[in-house]
């Protein structure tokens, strides 16, 4: 079983245990999505690129327990859409390389649909 499987079954458990079952609807779950990388995204807040790269280990923390908090509700959210996220990844992946050919956006941050430098 894969560790997402695990996350999966885990976090099924988790709300069934709870009675949470019918808070956890596709909108609620990607509102929460939304909010929880907003609580990550809040920690880099005001930094500088220098100090996101050297996050002192408590605000480390602190971003690791977003990343998780983003990661199950994402995996709650796949789950309840009927989702396989590692499909989903592998497919998107596949789309994004015929998108931003390597020999063509090397060291470019621009967009596929803006025109080159
Ligand atoms: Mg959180």
Do not use: C
Not at 35 to 49: K, P
Request: glycine content about 4%; charged content about 25%; aromatic content about 6%.
């Amino acid at each position: 079983m894969s560790d997402l499987q695990k996350i999966k079954l885990a976090l099924r458990r988790f709300a069934r245990e709870r009675e949470w079952e019918p808070f956890h609807s596709p909108k609620n779950l990607a509102m929460a999505v939304a909010g929880e990388a907003g609580e990550l995204v809040a920690l880099f807040q005001w930094l500088t690129e220098a100090e996101s790269r050297a996050l002192p280990p408590a605000r480390l923390a602190q971003a690791a327990d977003e990343i998780a908090d983003v990661q199950m509700y994402l995996v709650a959210l796949a789950d309840q859409l009927g989702v396989d996220i590692p499909s989903a990844v592998a497919g998107k992946m596949a789309r994004n390389a015929l998108r931003y050919p390597a020999a063509e956006f090397r060291g470019s941050a621009r967009r596929h649909d803006e025109p080159p430098d």
